[in-house]
Nanobody, 117 residues
Framework: QVQLVESGGGLVQPGGSLKLSCTAS????????MRWYRQPPGKGRELVGV????????IDVDSMKGRCTISRDNAKNTVYLHMEKLNPDDTAVYYC??????????WGQGTQVTVSS
């Protein structure tokens, strides 16, 4: 049974940092492309970024480029999203997603990030 569990969310002040984690079980983690998505209140889900099986990563949200990185530790079956200089527009539920080139994708349950003073 595939399971993705996000953690690390919470309340942070503007300008602060957070490191989200997503730990997978039930999959050969190193074979999966991992993505982070977010869903702000009242809005649709958007792709934050992706990290491939080779460790190469990209950030897809223009407002997060330069202050957000994605990394993975295959030994720990975990992907990370490190965010800096957070602002209220970053408030969202953050989800991780796992997919191989063929086959279904899997979602975590999400972790809430709230940026507020």
């Amino acid at each position: 049974q595939v399971q993705l569990v996000e953690s690390g969310g919470g309340l942070v002040q503007p300008g602060g940092s957070l490191k989200l984690s997503c730990t997978a079980s039930g999959v050969m983690f190193s074979n999966y492309v991992m993505r982070w998505y977010r869903q702000p209140p009242g809005k649709g889900r958007e792709l934050v970024g992706v990290i491939g099986t080779d460790g190469g990563s990209t950030i897809d949200v223009d407002s997060m480029k330069g202050r957000c990185t994605i990394s993975r530790d295959n030994a720990k079956n975990t992907v990370y999203l490190h965010m800096e200089k957070l602002n209220p527009d970053d408030t969202a539920v953050y989800y991780c997603h796992a997919k191989r080139p063929t086959g279904p994708g899997y979602w975590g349950q999400g972790t809430q990030v709230t940026v507020s003073s």
